[in-house]
């Protein structure tokens, strides 16, 4: 045995002999160690110092597994294990177990949090300078779980905002429980506010009655990702854009749904060692949903702050805490006759809960409809419409987030018992940033008991003993694994799975869905594409990398990154397969086949109307790689082979990203269209060795548009020159272009220069000439020689949409 695998074992050894030394203050935490909640000092610490990572008390006896900011005059949480569920303050621990799993178990060995990981590699847990806590394997470093995926109520510089990982609020500064706020992405791909109490919920940020583009937003990025970067900047893919106002390198920072319902983002001013606000989302805090609960007003003022009063007939139902709202004073049944009367409020609005409408009204018939909806209406707005010159009135079934509005067109009319008259008796104040609900301490009342000693100490010190020779023996084969593991790295990432969501396949399983692979359907860059059948129905297509010389945490970090694009017009990855040398991806099976395809069929036929669709639906795809993704993405090989089309010739963007699946250390091997593009295809500075930047893509993109309006390839042309003799044009391009050229020469007033360009097989059917025109000056302009006079793809989708 080597000195260093000896040393592995002695150390191996020391720790089961002496389980109290896997407690400790460390960098990582190892598999069999803990943290335990009774030793303060057992903590992880990230390199620089920033954040730690343990037990934090949140009430009496009562605790969390937390990331916290250091530096901070007080610790300041990031992320919560076990937010909703604390555990006892004796016995609790956090185990790195043999298993592989992290486990966080209570005082009672109950098992209340886990980061499900299973796997026979050797793992560490290590809390990084950027404040988020990594399982990875030791060796090659792949991620098993992170704390990034499941944010609580903060957002640190370069952790993703994601679909299924929005943000959610503490119910005070004192109860870090979950609260009645949500960040997150809807259903429209908006980046929205939600208010959700056990009873009732409502967006109010942006305000919903509001379209997205009035207020800057896009719902066509379906990527649903959000990211906030060190220098203060946050990105958004629905177009939403903010900045800190000390927007540079420097300031730690954080972005946190606080509890009163607002979004901030937080500067720590170092010398202070305080947060400084330098963002909100909102300035007006009553215009925050369910901030003084039902049956109540909210009133702002810049000097006092926040005040929360009951409306009339109502009291406040816990002192101690304003979201539960108010109740009514006096309960008199509905149908009492001429026990309710109506009182006006000017200029306040109560946003939502409309049970009905009733147009072209007057003031009297909204109060008979209102008492007849008896205890369906609690009062009702009564306003004038513009569009049907008459008054109209809004029965509101729920009193909920009201508060005074100068420019609110209407009055709220309540329907309190005749005794009451309009007080703001029952109040409470808070300023801009600090909650006005009462504090709501945390304490956990379940105590630890310590087992009774019964037996004797013999029965013990024998039962340690053989327990021990157990575990000795146990480890000496688990260090004899390790040792063997560590000749083949690729048995210790076995049952890894990204967290982008994409299917690990098995080598078999897709072996079976292909038969064998033997129904190839296509060559493309850098591998074989054969289609298959997976175990639930779905038609795939199954790409084999050629000579994917990388291991597979490299792999699995770029499969990952592809996994998280998402765009009508990009090919849908479904999963993906590293097993040994093999490595496949698994796409959507594309029905229509590939553009290529279809150009040459004479049975498709592609019409006017498909052909401008396929052009536009590409420059959508390209555009988003290029500027669209939180990380620029260049395709690096646009033709006709690599845009697919589905059953309703919707055309799809495949083979993006690829580059990176490929090996770097041995380009020699790689195929000639996968790292240097497609002959005929490739813009003249890649050919140059000029460098390669997102303009070659614009490039390629011009010369598959031309083919698809001429249905001529990329092949030499033969022609006519201006003296009757023939020409041989280097491609589509240099033959488009000489027609126009000419046309302008003849000074021709007509587009019967499209009619000598466009493809035959388009003729018989109608194709509007303008639009035809259109699209070939924006693919001409895309293949000019100067990159700099080419467009970029949104300027491409822009000037498409507009025709």
Known sequence: ?????????????LQVLCPYCSSRTS??????????????SDVLVSANDDFSAGFFCVGENAFVFAVWFTKSSSPTTVWMANRDQPVNGKASRLSLLESGNLVLSDAGRATVWTSATATPSSVQLELLDTGNLVLRTSNIAVCLWQSFDSPTDTLLPQQFLTE???????????NHSSGYYKLYFDNDNILRLLYK????????????WLLPWDVGRTSYNISKMAVLNSTGHFKSSDNLRFQAADCEEGPKRRLTLDPDGNIRLYSLEESEKTWVVTWQAISDPCRIHGICGANSLCNYDHILGRTCSCLQGYKIKN??????????????????SGQFHFSKLANVEFFGYDKKYFGNSTLQDCEEQCLKMCDNCKGFRFKFSNKTSAYACYCKSFLLNGHHKPSFDGDMYLKPPKPYSFTNKKSGRESLILDCRGELHVALNRTYQKPHEKKSLKFFLWLAIAVGGVELTCGFLSWCFLFWARKDPDIAAQGYSTYAGSRKFTYAELNKATRGFREEIGKGAG?????????????????RLNKAGQGEAEFLVEVSFIGRLNHMNLIEMWGYCAEGRHRLLVYEYMERGSLADNLCSAAAALNWEKRFEIALGTAKGLAYLHEECLEWIMHCDIKPQNILLDSNYRAKVADFGLSKLLSRGNLNNITFSRIRGTR??????????????????????GIVVLEMVTGRGQTNILGANINGGMIEYEGVAAWVRDKVSKASL??????????????????????????????????????????????????????????
């Open 197 to 208: 109490s056990p009873n009732l919920s409502s967006v109010y940020w942006p305000e919903p």
């Open 1 to 13: 045995m080597d000195t260093p695998s000896f040393f592995l074992l002695l150390i191996f050894l």
């Open 746 to 803: 003849e000074r021709k007033s007509d587009n019967s220069w499209i009619e000598e360009i466009v493809d035959p097989m388009m003729m018989a059917g109608k194709y509007d000439l303008a639009r035809i025109e259109v699209l070939v000056r924006v693919a001409l302009q895309c293949v000019e020689e100067d990159k700099e006079e080419r467009p970029t793809m949104s300027q491409v989708v822009e000037i498409l949409c507009a025709v």
């Open 164 to 174: 299924n990982a929005g943000l959610i609020s503490s119910k005070s500064r004192s």
């Open 527 to 543: 591998g074989v594409v054969y289609k298959g059948i997976l175990s639930d129905h779905r038609v795939a297509a199954i790409k």
């Open 680 to 701: 005929g295809y490739m813009a003249p500075e890649w050919v140059h060795k000029l460098g390669i930047p997102s303009k070659v893509d614009v490039y390629s993109y």
């Open 319 to 336: 002192p101690n805490d304003w979201s539960g709202g108010c109740e009514p004073e006096v309960k008199i049944s509905c149908n009492s």
């Open 27 to 40: 960098d990582y935490l190892i598999k069999g160690s803990f943290l335990s909640v009774e030793k303060p």
